[in-house]
């Protein structure tokens, strides 16, 4: 039998990326999921994309994680 795989789950305040290089400060933490504000990129206005989005837990990884 497989063990899962352990998920390192953000926290809010939190730096992800995900799909192609995209990043984002995580706004949200859902149980599968979070929402992320999209508006931390500098190129962000270039880009022409809505503020936010939400990513499945699995299709990001983290950049930098909160200072407590």
Known sequence: MEEMEE???AEVGTIIEFKDGLQGIVEKVNDNSVIVNLTYMENFEDLGLEEKTVV???RYTIVHKKEN
């Open 56 to 58: 499945n837990h699995k």
């Open 7 to 9: 998920l390192d789950i």
